[in-house]
């Protein structure tokens, strides 16, 4: 089993900065995939930026530009620094560790709120 423990979710006005962070504990395969995802109110939950343990990344197209992914590995922990937010960021933020071929483990969810 693997738990994850996010924190750094808040309100900001629309042009600010926030940062999330994902502590991992548990039974973490050496090679995986960690990630942040999102969900907005009626929609469907989608993947804002993963990041592999050999630090590969990969961004939705919406925020290349704006947020970036990073992880400790000595420590488990992923980040999502997240610049210049807009009001349409508003969302629960959620991470992911994917034990590859194995499954798949959620965070709790973090709420990020962005006032125009």
């Known amino acids: 089993q693997v738990q994850l423990v996010e924190s750094g979710g808040g309100l900001v006005q629309a042009g600010g900065s926030l940062r999330l962070s994902c502590a991992a504990s548990?039974?973490?395969?050496?090679?995986?995939?960690m990630g942040w995802y999102r969900q907005a109110p009626g929609k469907e939950r989608e993947l804002v930026a993963i990041?592999?343990?050999?630090?590969?990344?990969t961004y939705v197209d919406s925020v290349k530009g704006r947020f970036t992914i990073s992880r400790d590995n000595a420590k488990n922990t992923v980040y999502l620094q997240m610049n210049s937010l807009k009001p349409e960021d508003t969302a629960v933020y959620y991470c992911?560790?994917?034990?590859?071929?194995?499954?798949?483990?959620w965070g709790q969810g973090t709420q990020v709120t962005v006032s125009s």
């Open positions: 548990g039974s973490i395969f050496s090679f995986n995939v």
């Open positions: 992911q560790l994917k034990n590859l071929g194995v499954a798949s483990y």
């Open positions: 990041i592999t343990s050999d630090g590969r990344t």
